[in-house]
């Protein structure tokens, strides 16, 4: 069985802060999918990585995959209330067919 | 362009009655998964879906709940004779192909009294 775990599994910072979200497993996966879930509603994807140490930058949000495919992080820098969230990692099976969801990273951030 | 939608949002049910949740995937997506999220739990894989077959239904509980993917119409999740612990969100995402990304829709929030 795959697991993915995240940590931490809460993060309350000050606006202007930096923030890093981690996502660890000991199985390997295809490729691994960030999303940002607010309240009341679905996951919203924010970044799908493949290659082993791909390294992708969306404004501020800045997500590493692992050489080995195995684990994930999720920086912010300068982070804004409008960041507040939860934060999931996903891992994709081999034969793309489910994702394996971590546990989520509540991220607060106070004005 | 739509995204994957989902009806109800909220539906309430008497133990013992039959929840039928309805997922329209995105247009030109043909792939279907659900996924539920139970209170203070991670979401978990259910059911994968193509057009009038289901392809992988590993995460799905043996008894009482059933999908489909029909050739017309929306994705069914349907779950007989509900219990309180089917109490959750339950989600549904959409792919235009096996390998390509997932994106999800609001949810059906289902509560059993």
């Known amino acids: 069985t795959q697991l993915l775990e995240q940590s931490p599994q809460f993060l309350s910072i000050q606006e202007g802060e930096n923030l890093t979200v981690y996502c660890n497993s000991s199985?390997?996966?295809?490729?691994l999918q960030w999303y940002r879930q607010e309240p009341g509603e679905g996951p919203v994807l924010l970044v799908t990585?493949?290659?082993?140490?791909e390294v992708k930058k969306l404004k501020r949000l800045t997500f590493q995959f692992g050489d080995a495919r195995k684990d994930s992080s999720l920086h912010i820098t300068a982070a804004q209330p409008g960041d507040t969230g939860l934060y999931l990692c996903?891992?994709?099976?081999?034969?793309?067919?489910?994702?394996?969801f971590g546990g989520g990273t509540r991220v607060l951030v106070k004005p | 362009n739509a995204g994957v939608m989902q009806n109800p949002r909220h539906l309430v049910r008497r133990r013992g009655q039959e929840a039928r949740l309805r997922c329209s995937p995105m247009?030109?997506?043909?792939?279907v998964y659900w996924y539920r999220q139970l209170p203070e739990e991670g979401l978990k894989f259910m059911v994968y879906?193509?057009?009038?077959?289901?392809?992988?239904e590993s995460g799905m509980p043996k008894e009482r709940f059933s999908a489909e993917f029909p050739k017309e119409g929306p994705s069914i999740l349907r779950i007989q004779q509900v219990v309180r612990g089917d109490s959750a969100a339950y989600f549904c995402?959409?792919?235009?192909?096996?390998?390509?990304?997932?994106?999800f829709g609001p949810g059906t929030r289902l509560t059993v009294t």
């Open positions: 995402a959409s792919s235009r192909g096996l390998t390509n990304e997932q994106y």
């Open positions: 199985s390997v996966f295809s490729s």
């Open positions: 990585v493949v290659t082993g140490g």
């Open positions: 996903a891992g994709a099976s081999a034969a793309g067919n489910k994702l394996t």
């Open positions: 247009k030109g997506h043909s792939h």
């Open positions: 879906l193509q057009k009038e077959n289901i392809i992988d």
